[in-house]
């Protein structure tokens, strides 16, 4: 993997795992533009980075479906049977800023710390290819009882003591409202191997997870996967629940993020020379189809806050981030702490502190982003 790592990726990306191959964008260069460039895109892997070749790529789609058919990619990119969709989306992964909860408790050492991410597990592409929804379609619709559709990717990994295949299920009524995309184009070129060539599902406003890379079969089910990744992974405990008296049950599967946003610049412990105001760049994203509509910046861990200005916001989209900058009012000098926090367009907003939303999976870390910089006036 580390060839494809090399030919597919930024000079500066930084590497989380060699084995599987995990690595986010530099926290610099990550929202310089509200599309990211492939090169600089986050990659998340279980295992391995399957070599497929895209003229022999059948797509099997089985299950509870009227049906049963298999395409090839010359099917789905037939325009007379599927009219093509691309979407701007963002992927974000649901252990982005994991590093914080660590800080915090790691857990007792748990092996379900997979990577320690920074603020760098999301991206966002304009994804090309078809809508699930029209293929399910041609196969004659969905058979009686089928509620869910589960996803198989061609990568294999280790992990509860089996050899398994990337599983995962997303609920048919996301497929109905056209947001589940079967996609081959990322940003106009073809999918990066490391992104799941030759086709990959791009779920809009889902966790990360639910987008299977290496897509090879699609089976309609009465239920969520049984899958390890749906059952066990991916879920959202109450903070009581540990290693102790882990209960997969009571976990909640996790689908859309909540609204989160990250300063990407400054960097912590950076000293920032400034002229009375300081320059502070991020993003803000929220799940499902909610999206950011008001960032504000605090210079003073949390007291006095303001608001980044409309004109700042990269334009607003359904399924994508906004990236945003903003000059801060600042006359201290020293140490000091910046936080953001954001509003999406239900007026959720941010947890104050990591503490107050610990988990033992470790996900969803989306408190107000704090970092201490060395201000110098
Ligand atoms: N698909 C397969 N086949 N194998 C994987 O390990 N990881 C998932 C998802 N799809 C994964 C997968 C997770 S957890 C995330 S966050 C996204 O892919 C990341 O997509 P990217 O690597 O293209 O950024
Ligand atoms: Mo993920």
């Given at each position: 993997s580390w060839k494809r790592v090399l030919e597919e990726k930024h000079g500066d990306f930084l590497h989380l795992l060699q084995f599987p191959y995990n690595g986010e964008s530099p926290k610099s260069l990550t929202t310089l533009e509200p599309v990211t460039p492939n090169p600089l895109h986050f990659v998340r892997n279980h295992g391995g980075i399957p070599d497929i070749d895209a003229d022999k790529l059948t797509l099997e789609i089985d299950g509870l479906v009227k049906n049963p058919k298999t395409l090839t990619l010359a099917d789905l990119q037939n325009e007379e049977l599927f009219p093509r969709q691309s979407n701007l989306v963002t992927i974000q992964c649901s252990g982005t800023r994991r590093i914080e909860q660590i800080a915090e408790y790691a857990g007792e050492g748990d092996e379900m710390i997979n990577a320690p991410w920074a603020e760098g597990a999301i991206g966002t592409a304009r994804w090309t290819g078809v809508s699930l929804k029209k293929v399910i379609k041609y196969c004659g619709g969905l058979a009686e009882g089928a509620k869910h559709l589960e996803f198989y990717g061609a990568d294999t990994y280790f992990k509860h003591e089996t050899l398994q295949n990337y599983l995962v299920s997303v609920p048919w009524s996301k497929v109905k409202a056209?947001?589940?995309?079967?996609?081959?184009e990322m940003n106009g070129e073809p999918l990066p191997k490391i992104h799941g060539y030759p086709l990959r599902v791009v779920v809009l406003g889902y966790i990360g997870a639910r987008s299977v890379k290496w897509l090879y079969r699609i089976k309609a089910l009465k239920s969520p996967s049984r899958a390890p990744v749906q059952s066990k992974e991916y879920l959202y405990f109450n903070g009581q629940v540990g290693k102790h008296n882990e209960s997969y049950t009571q976990g909640i599967q996790i689908q859309q993020m909540p609204v989160s946003s990250a300063i990407m610049s400054p960097w912590t412990k950076d000293v920032v020379i400034h002229d009375g105001t300081m320059n502070v760049k991020g993003?803000?994203?929220?799940?499902?189809g909610r999206w950011p509509e008001r960032v504000?910046?605090?210079?003073?861990?949390?007291?006095?806050?303001y608001p980044v200005p409309v004109e700042n916001l990269s334009k607003?989209?359904?399924?994508?981030?906004?990236?945003?900058?903003?000059?801060?009012?600042?006359?201290?000098e020293g140490w000091l702490e910046?936080?953001?926090?954001?509003?999406?367009?239900?007026?959720?907003?941010?947890?104050?502190?990591v503490r107050s939303a610990w988990n033992w999976g470790l996900h969803v870390t989306s408190s107000c982003h704090r970092i201490k910089v060395y201000s110098v006036n």
């Open positions: 056209n947001e589940v995309l079967l996609a081959w993003w803000a994203y929220s799940g499902g504000e910046v605090s210079p003073d861990g949390g007291f006095v806050w607003k989209h359904k399924f994508a981030w906004r990236t945003w900058h903003i000059d801060v009012p600042v006359d201290a910046l936080v953001v926090r954001c509003w999406d367009n239900s007026l959720n907003t941010q947890p104050t502190y």
